[in-house]
């Protein structure tokens, strides 16, 4: 495909994607360090319902079509390490990399800096890729998926475990309705706070 | 049916429709959806603005040539104008930054939360760079394809956040 439709499909799916972001609220600060305070789960079963829509997705596409996959290498230093410090990042930036464009689209001020941030956070790593991987390059395993370790076909595999996380799904929204979980992301949009330009009150201590 | 309109998706909507975006990114662009990489190709841009050297880097270098992370860099830009078009679509535009900061942090004004704003941006993608992708490249993505290392990436994920969201009130 020619540069110019890849960018055109590129916007096209990044219309969609970040749709989704701001009408589930996914996007909102308080949505997503919520999940990780397990007051909101919001973020948690739209991640889920993402993922067990692809791992269906991929077991028709690799299963019966033989598209190649595209698995990520399993460095336990990097992912391990690298994955402690992007959590740290979630929770400080209240956005993951996707979700900050959402937030700045969506109107709030400070993901721009987020943005700024994390091109910044990109451009040291470039310029420290060496000195860091060499600290944190250890254990790799290389691109191996759950689908080479146990003897089943990738697509046997994958429709196993989306019935599961699907299962899982089922009782979390028994337990934590998603209605009561919007509401609460909609009674903070709702804070006069929310379209003062930035005056507020002081935090009540 | 699912509408620009529509005040809200469920999570589980959302997340169907997300899901469904890997057909055409494996069918049409041979790639998983991933969102990290997008700023390495804006690093290697902006770093070269200031250093003619940083392109010859091969990290950057690998982000700026090929159409893989162009057609990243428009979906992470096409992300921005769907939240914009939702977000002004359905009344519900943002201002300034979310009321949920001050309720769990303290942090009162736009300058405050901007800085911590930057510092959490940075470590984003110095950590989803180390980690080699972020939540949707590592989460959504990795997890769809049962990759070990992605799912090991999204427990580590999980245990950071849920240590830093400690500190935080809860509102």
């Known amino acids: ?205 | 049916m699912l509408s620009l309109t529509d005040r809200n998706w469920s999570p589980y909507a959302a997340g169907v429709v997300i899901g469904l975006l890997q057909i055409p990114a494996f069918l049409l662009v041979d790639t998983a959806l991933g969102a990290s990489s997008s700023f390495v190709t804006a690093g290697g841009f902006v770093a070269s603005l200031v250093d003619p050297a940083a392109a010859q880097i091969d990290y950057f270098a690998k982000y700026m040539s090929s159409g893989k992370y162009f057609w990243q860099s428009a979906l992470v830009i096409g992300i921005a104008l769907g939240a914009f078009l939702s977000a002004t679509m359905s009344g519900s535009r943002r201002a300034s930054f979310s009321p949920a900061w001050t309720r769990m942090t303290g942090v009162s004004s736009l300058w405050g939360r901007m800085a911590m704003g930057f510092a959490g941006g940075f470590v984003l993608l110095l950590g989803a760079r180390i980690a080699g992708g972020c939540t949707s490249g590592h989460g959504i993505s990795g997890m769809a394809q049962l990759a070990v290392g992605s799912t090991v990436a999204v427990v580590a994920m999980f245990a950071g956040g849920i240590l830093t969201a400690a500190m935080f009130k809860k509102v």
């Open chain 1, 1 to 205: 495909m020619s540069l110019f439709w890849l960018i055109v499909l590129g916007l096209a799916m990044g219309l969609v994607f970040g749709a989704a972001l701001e009408k589930s609220r996914v996007m909102e600060p308080g949505v997503l360090v919520g999940q990780f305070q397990f007051r909101n789960f919001t973020m948690l079963k739209m991640f889920l319902a993402a993922t067990i829509t692809g791992l269906v997705a991929l077991a028709v596409l690799n299963g019966l079509f033989g598209v190649a996959l595209h698995p990520k290498a399993f460095a336990v230093g990097p992912v391990l390490i690298g994955g402690l410090i992007l959590g740290v990042g979630i929770a400080l930036a209240g956005a993951c990399p996707g979700t900050a464009l959402a937030q700045a689209g969506a109107g709030y001020r400070d993901a721009w800096a987020i943005i700024a941030g994390g091109v910044a956070g990109a451009i040291f790593y470039g310029y420290a890729k060496a000195p860091i991987d060499a600290a944190l390059g250890w254990g790799d395993f290389g691109k191996i998926t759950f689908a080479d370790l146990l003897p089943l076909p990738f697509w046997a595999l994958a429709l196993i475990f989306a019935a599961l996380l699907a299962a899982f799904l089922f009782v979390l929204e028994r337990l934590a309705p998603w209605q009561e979980d919007l509401a609460q992301a909609e009674t903070m949009l709702g804070d006069p706070a929310c379209s003062d330009g930035g005056a507020r009150p002081a935090p009540a201590e």
